[in-house]
Structures are given as C-alpha cells and as structure tokens.
C-alpha cells in the first residue's frame, strides 16, 4: 500500500529537520508509540502499539534513517514483529521544501503487513495505515509549531 500527503508547517526547514531527528518529539507523535531509543545518529529501537479493528499489536523492531541529505530530505525505514499478530515493514521518503518561513513536508510511504494481520485485508490495513500517517503528520505538526513558540 502506497500513501502519500504533505503537511504545511508554520516553522523553518532548519527547526522542521532538527524536529524529524528527535526522538523525543517522534515518540509524542508516532501514534502507539511507547518508547523510542536512539541506537546511532540514523537507528533508533522503538516499541509502538497499533490497533487495527478488533487486533492490537504491540511492534518491536528498528527505525533507520538513509539517503540522508540534511536539511532536505531521507527514507524512514520500519521493520518490526508482533508476535502472533505478524510483522510490519515499511518506509517513508520525506522531503522538505523551504517555503518563506514555512516548510512543506511532502511524504511517500510504503507498508506491508504480514502474519495474522494480513488476513484483516487490504481496504481495513490501507485505512488503518492511512490514518496513522495522517495523525502523525499532523501531530507531528503541531509540536513542531509549538516547540517553535517556546524557544
């Protein structure tokens, strides 16, 4: 499944870029997620729940960053196990365009599911996936802006 947006962000590249490579605003914005450790300068572990209709899956695994060109853009790749529930993999290309003082996050993202959630199907995976994007993106937004306000 392929899902792609853009969200328009009231703050600078520089301060929207610093914001993608702190965990601590990732982990407030990753909808389920639990924690999130920074392994390296392009690896983070990470636990995040997610619930997909009547399935809850608590995920394990490995956020690395490449294709890295500060302050412009990089892949998020995602690779984690539910247990029974299966695994998850994915990535996110996201690119920043400097606008005035605003900055356009433009987001192309990938998943696939395996295990047990697979089975849910593809119309309840593709509107679950999305909506995750989209309220990360969107929460990511506001505490890019709110962050923005304090400093």
Same mark, same amino acid.
């Given at each position: 499944? /392929?899902?792609?947006?853009?969200?328009?962000?009231?703050?600078?590249?520089?301060?929207?870029?610093?914001?993608?490579?702190?965990?601590?605003?990732?982990?407030?914005?990753?909808?389920?997620? @639990?924690?999130?450790?920074?392994?390296?300068?392009? =690896?983070?572990? =990470?636990?995040?729940?997610?619930?997909?209709?009547?399935?809850?899956?608590?995920?394990?695994?490995?956020?690395?960053?490449?294709?890295? /060109?500060?302050?412009?853009s990089y892949t998020l790749s995602a690779e984690g196990k539910g247990g029974l529930?299966?695994?998850?993999?994915?990535?996110?290309?996201?690119?920043?365009?400097?606008?005035?003082?605003?900055?356009?996050?433009?987001?192309?993202?990938?998943?696939?599911?395996?295990?047990?959630?697979? @089975?849910?199907?593809?119309?309840?995976?593709?509107?679950?996936? @999305?909506?995750? =994007?989209?309220?990360?993106?969107? /929460?990511?937004?506001?505490?890019?802006?709110?962050?923005?306000?304090?400093?």
């Amino acid at each position: 499944m /392929d899902i792609t947006g853009e969200e328009r962000i009231a703050a600078p590249r520089d301060m929207v870029w610093a914001a993608l490579n702190d965990p601590d605003i990732m982990r407030d914005c990753i909808p389920g997620c @639990q924690n999130i450790e920074r392994l390296s300068p392009s =690896a983070f572990e =990470a636990t995040i729940k997610v619930k997909f209709s009547l399935l809850s899956a608590t995920f394990h695994g490995l956020l690395t960053l490449s294709n890295i /060109d500060a302050p412009e853009s990089y892949t998020l790749s995602a690779e984690g196990k539910g247990g029974l529930a299966g695994f998850a993999r994915g990535s996110a290309d996201v690119v920043l365009e400097a606008r005035g003082e605003e900055t356009i996050l433009h987001y192309r993202a990938k998943a696939e599911l395996g295990g047990r959630l697979a @089975q849910l199907g593809t119309r309840l995976l593709d509107s679950t996936s @999305q909506r995750l =994007a989209e309220g990360f993106f969107s /929460d990511f937004n506001t505490a890019v802006v709110a962050k923005m306000a304090a400093d």
